[in-house]
C-alpha cells in the first residue's frame, strides 16, 4: 500500500509555486519517487495586466504611432526627424508611469524576478550608453534620447518578466502584426510609394504603405510572415489567421521591392532551424553552433576571396548595397578619431547643423540619419567598448533561447528565427538602441519572452528523482507515513 500527499502554500500557489507529490512504500528498501512540476496552476481566463502593458508598447510603435504619422506627417527633411511630436511625449511618460506603478504592486505581493544573464547584458549595454553622456559631442541629445529609450524598456522588460507564465505576449504580438498588415493591404490602392531621386528624376522604388518607407514597411511585412509561420503550427482558428497574415505578408513584402527583407524571411527560419537541429542532436549550445557557422563564413570569404560586396553584386546587381558602402566608408573615418569610446549615444547623426555628421560628410551623406548599419553606429556612438557591450547582449540573448529548445522546440524555433533576422538586419539598417523603431521593440520582445522561460525551461517538466534507499531493518516494520507541510522552491 502506498500513501501520497501533497505539499501547498495557497498564496503563493497563483504565482507558479512548485508541487511536489511524494509516494511512498510501506515496505522499506523500496525506494521512493518524486514527480516535480513547476506548472502554475490555469489562469485561463484571467486578465494580467503584466502582459497587456508590453503589447500595448509595440502596439503604438508598429501601429498607432505609424498612423499618426501618416496621417499628419512631420516636416520633410532633417528638419521633420528632429522634431518632437506631441503623442510621443504624453504616451510614453504615461504607459512608464502605469508600468512602474504596476510593477511596484506586483513586487509587493509576489518575489522578485531573476533577471537571466541577456537581461543583464541588455542592461549594462544600455547603462553604458547612459554613461556616454559623460563624453558625448551633444550630451543634451544623449541625455533626451538615454530617456526615450528608458520608458521604452521599462514598458516592455519590467512586466513582461512580471507577467503570469501561461500569459502569451508573443500571440498578442503577432495579433498587433496581423492587424498592421490587413491596413496596409487595404492601403495599396491608394498607390503610397517611396519616391527616389535620381537626377531630375522621381521614382517611384516601393510601395510603403502607411510606414515613412518602404524598407520599413518590408521589415515589418517580413517578421509578420516570420509569426504567420508559427501560427501554422498550431490548429483551428490560429491557423486559418495565420495563413491570411502570411499571404497578405508576402503581397507586401514584393509590392515594398524589399529584396534584403524577402530573403532574409526566407533564409532566418531556415537557419534558425538548422542551428536548433545540430544542437538537439550534437548537444552543444546554439550560440557555439552560429559562431561556428560565422567563423566559417569568414574563412571561406577570406580563401575563396569573396566579399560580401561580391554577393550583392551577384544578387542584386548593385554591389554597393544602393549607396551604403559610401556611408560606411565616411563612418569609419569618424570612427578613427573616437575609436575607444566613441562620440556618445545617438550623439553624431541628426544633432544639429555644426555636427560632424553634417560638417564632415560627403554630398548626400550629410543628410543621413544614420550609418544604415546597427553595428558600425554601435562603434561611432560607444566605440569598441560599446560593440563589446553589444555582442555579449547578443550572445547570451542566443544562449537564453537556446535553454527555451528544452521546454518548446516552436517557441526556440520563431524566437531564434526573429532574432537572427533582426541581427543580420542590422548590417544594412541601423536598429539597435533606437527607442521606437518596430523591430527593435520586436528584438527586445524576443529578448524578454526567452527570458520568461530561464527557468521554467528545467523546472516545468516532469523528472524522475529517486529518493535515497532507506536500509534494511530486521524485525516488524513500522508505517513510513509522516504528513509534512511546506512548499519546496
Same mark, same amino acid.
Given at each position: 500500500?502506498?500513501?501520497?500527499?501533497?505539499?501547498?502554500?495557497?498564496?503563493?500557489?497563483?504565482?507558479?509555486?512548485?508541487?511536489?507529490?511524494?509516494?511512498?512504500?510501506?515496505?522499506?528498501?523500496?525506494?521512493?519517487?518524486?514527480?516535480?512540476?513547476?506548472?502554475?496552476?490555469?489562469?485561463?481566463?484571467?486578465?494580467?495586466?503584466?502582459?497587456?502593458?508590453?503589447?500595448? =508598447?509595440?502596439?503604438?510603435?508598429?501601429?498607432?504611432?505609424?498612423?499618426?504619422?501618416?496621417?499628419?506627417?512631420?516636416?520633410?527633411?532633417?528638419?521633420?526627424?528632429?522634431?518632437?511630436?506631441?503623442?510621443?511625449?504624453?504616451?510614453?511618460?504615461?504607459?512608464?508611469?502605469?508600468?512602474?506603478?504596476?510593477?511596484?504592486?506586483?513586487?509587493?505581493?509576489?518575489?522578485?524576478?531573476?533577471?537571466?544573464?541577456?537581461?543583464?547584458?541588455?542592461? /549594462?549595454?544600455?547603462?553604458?550608453?547612459?554613461?556616454?553622456?559623460?563624453? =558625448?559631442?551633444?550630451?543634451?541629445?544623449?541625455?533626451?534620447?538615454?530617456?526615450?529609450?528608458?520608458?521604452?524598456?521599462?514598458?516592455?522588460?519590467?512586466?513582461?518578466?512580471?507577467?503570469?507564465?501561461?500569459?502569451?505576449?508573443?500571440?498578442?504580438?503577432?495579433?498587433?502584426?496581423?492587424?498592421?498588415?490587413?491596413?496596409?493591404?487595404?492601403?495599396?490602392?491608394?498607390?503610397?510609394?517611396?519616391?527616389?531621386?535620381?537626377?531630375?528624376?522621381?521614382?517611384?522604388?516601393?510601395?510603403?504603405?502607411?510606414?515613412?518607407?518602404?524598407?520599413?514597411?518590408?521589415?515589418?511585412?517580413?517578421?509578420?510572415?516570420?509569426?504567420?509561420?508559427?501560427?501554422?503550427?498550431?490548429?483551428?482558428?490560429?491557423?486559418?489567421?495565420?495563413?491570411?497574415?502570411?499571404?497578405?505578408?508576402?503581397?507586401?513584402?514584393?509590392?515594398?521591392?524589399?529584396?534584403?527583407?524577402?530573403?532574409?524571411?526566407?533564409? =532566418?527560419?531556415?537557419?534558425?532551424?538548422?542551428?536548433?537541429?545540430?544542437?538537439?542532436?550534437?548537444?552543444?549550445?546554439?550560440?557555439?553552433?552560429?559562431?561556428?557557422?560565422?567563423?566559417?563564413?569568414?574563412?571561406?570569404?577570406?580563401?575563396?576571396?569573396?566579399?560580401?560586396?561580391?554577393? /550583392?553584386?551577384?544578387?542584386?546587381?548593385?554591389?554597393?548595397?544602393?549607396?551604403?558602402?559610401?556611408?560606411?566608408?565616411?563612418?569609419?573615418?569618424?570612427?578613427?578619431?573616437?575609436?575607444?569610446?566613441?562620440?556618445?549615444?545617438?550623439?553624431?547623426?541628426?544633432?544639429?547643423?555644426?555636427?560632424?555628421?553634417?560638417?564632415?560628410?560627403?554630398?548626400?551623406?550629410?543628410?543621413?540619419?544614420?550609418?544604415?548599419?546597427?553595428?558600425?553606429?554601435?562603434?561611432?556612438?560607444?566605440?569598441?567598448?560599446?560593440?563589446?557591450?553589444?555582442?555579449?547582449?547578443?550572445?547570451?540573448?542566443?544562449?537564453?533561447?537556446?535553454?527555451?529548445?528544452?521546454?518548446?522546440?516552436?517557441?526556440?524555433?520563431?524566437?531564434?528565427?526573429?532574432?537572427?533576422?533582426?541581427?543580420?538586419?542590422?548590417?544594412?539598417?541601423?536598429?539597435?538602441?533606437?527607442?521606437?523603431?518596430?523591430?527593435?521593440?520586436?528584438?527586445?520582445?524576443?529578448?524578454?519572452?526567452?527570458?520568461?522561460?530561464?527557468?521554467?525551461?528545467?523546472?516545468?517538466?516532469?523528472?524522475?528523482?529517486?529518493?535515497?534507499?532507506?536500509?534494511?531493518?530486521?524485525?516488524?516494520?513500522?508505517?513510513?507515513?509522516?504528513?509534512?507541510?511546506?512548499?519546496?522552491?
Amino acid at each position: 500500500m502506498r500513501v501520497g500527499f501533497i505539499r501547498l502554500e495557497p498564496d503563493r500557489l497563483a504565482e507558479g509555486s512548485i508541487l511536489i507529490f511524494e509516494t511512498e512504500p510501506r515496505m522499506p528498501g523500496i525506494p521512493a519517487t518524486t514527480f516535480t512540476s513547476a506548472e502554475p496552476r490555469s489562469s485561463a481566463g484571467t486578465f494580467d495586466i503584466c502582459a497587456l502593458i508590453p503589447v500595448l =508598447a509595440f502596439a503604438y510603435s508598429s501601429v498607432i504611432q505609424p498612423l499618426i504619422y501618416f496621417s499628419f506627417p512631420p516636416s520633410p527633411g532633417l528638419q521633420g526627424l528632429l522634431e518632437s511630436r506631441t503623442e510621443n511625449r504624453v504616451f510614453w511618460p504615461a504607459l512608464a508611469a502605469v508600468t512602474l506603478a504596476v510593477v511596484a504592486q506586483r513586487m509587493s505581493r509576489s518575489r522578485r524576478p531573476a533577471f537571466p544573464p541577456n537581461i543583464i547584458g541588455l542592461g /549594462a549595454y544600455f547603462a553604458f550608453a547612459g554613461a556616454s553622456a559623460a563624453w =558625448a559631442l551633444k550630451p543634451e541629445f544623449t541625455i533626451v534620447r538615454f530617456v526615450q529609450e528608458a520608458m521604452v524598456l521599462t514598458a516592455v522588460v519590467l512586466p513582461a518578466l512580471l507577467s503570469r507564465p501561461s500569459a502569451d505576449i508573443l500571440r498578442g504580438v503577432f495579433l498587433c502584426f496581423a492587424v498592421g498588415v490587413i491596413l496596409n493591404v487595404l492601403l495599396i490602392p491608394g498607390g503610397y510609394a517611396t519616391l527616389a531621386q535620381y537626377g531630375a528624376t522621381l521614382v517611384d522604388i516601393g510601395y510603403q504603405g502607411y510606414f515613412s518607407g518602404k524598407n520599413l514597411l518590408g521589415e515589418f511585412a517580413a517578421i509578420a510572415f516570420l509569426l504567420s509561420v508559427h501560427e501554422l503550427l498550431h490548429a483551428g482558428h490560429r491557423r486559418a489567421l495565420g495563413i491570411i497574415v502570411a499571404v497578405a505578408a508576402v503581397v507586401l513584402i514584393f509590392h515594398s521591392n524589399s529584396k534584403t527583407a524577402l530573403g532574409l524571411a526566407l533564409v =532566418a527560419p531556415v537557419l534558425a532551424a538548422l542551428t536548433l537541429l545540430i544542437a538537439k542532436t550534437s548537444r552543444m549550445a546554439p550560440v557555439l553552433i552560429l559562431a561556428a557557422m560565422v567563423l566559417c563564413y569568414y574563412l571561406f570569404c577570406q580563401l575563396a576571396g569573396f566579399s560580401t560586396s561580391r554577393i /550583392a553584386y551577384l544578387l542584386t546587381g548593385d554591389s554597393s548595397f544602393t549607396g551604403r558602402t559610401t556611408i560606411w566608408s565616411f563612418s569609419e573615418t569618424e570612427i578613427a578619431q573616437r575609436p575607444l569610446l566613441g562620440w556618445g549615444y545617438q550623439s553624431f547623426w541628426l544633432v544639429g547643423a555644426d555636427a560632424p555628421s553634417v560638417t564632415e560628410a560627403p554630398g548626400w551623406v550629410k543628410g543621413m540619419p544614420n550609418s544604415h548599419n546597427g553595428y558600425y553606429d554601435a562603434i561611432l556612438e560607444l566605440g569598441y567598448v560599446g560593440l563589446a557591450f553589444l555582442v555579449v547582449f547578443l550572445v547570451t540573448t542566443v544562449h537564453v533561447i537556446g535553454r527555451v529548445m528544452n521546454y518548446d522546440y516552436k517557441r526556440a524555433w520563431i524566437l531564434l528565427s526573429v532574432a537572427l533576422f533582426v541581427m543580420i538586419y542590422n548590417f544594412l539598417e541601423t536598429l539597435w538602441l533606437r527607442a521606437f523603431d518596430v523591430s527593435w521593440v520586436v528584438f527586445v520582445l524576443v529578448t524578454v519572452e526567452a527570458a520568461r522561460y530561464w527557468r521554467r525551461s528545467q523546472l516545468s517538466m516532469p523528472t524522475y528523482q529517486p529518493a535515497p534507499t532507506r536500509p534494511v531493518r530486521f524485525g516488524r516494520s513500522r508505517s513510513t507515513w509522516r504528513p509534512r507541510l511546506g512548499v519546496r522552491f
